[in-house]
């Protein structure tokens, strides 16, 4: 990892970035405590999160460009958001960035950096 590029930068960009978002949410329909939760046209919220993860590891401020404040926390109390359903989360997101080839340490970098707002998201005991 390159101390002095962004974490979007030392991913690879818009393309890595796309290919991630491309990965991770065929496991997230999948996966049998998270599909539920997410509506069956996945394409609007694959888009978003192409956009928040390109803001969020220091790309361009897509996200906030086209939708405004993240404020992701309160963008994720409708929906019941457990302890285990972060954890499933986290695991897609593991998968996804094993599928696309990034490699340690950078994965566990990237996977560090979520682990803080998927855990953060809970708000159902």
């Known amino acids: 990892m390159n101390q002095g590029l962004s974490l979007y930068d030392n991913l690879g960009g818009e393309e890595t970035i796309r290919r991630l978002v491309e990965a991770f949410y065929p496991r997230v329909q999948r996966e049998p405590l998270l599909g539920p939760l997410f509506p069956e046209d996945i394409t609007p919220v694959m888009e978003k999160q192409f956009m ?49 080839g990034i490699e340690e340490p950078l994965r566990e970098f990237v996977l560090e950096r979520l682990s803080g707002p998927a855990f953060h998201f809970v708000n159902t005991p």
Request: aromatic share 12%.
């Open 52 to 100: 928040f993860l390109t803001q969020f590891f220091g790309g361009p401020s897509l996200y906030s460009d086209a939708v405004g404040h993240p404020m992701m926390r309160a963008r994720h109390l409708p929906f019941p958001v457990t302890t285990e359903r972060a954890e499933a989360w986290l695991a897609c997101m593991r998968a996804a960035l094993e599928e696309i």
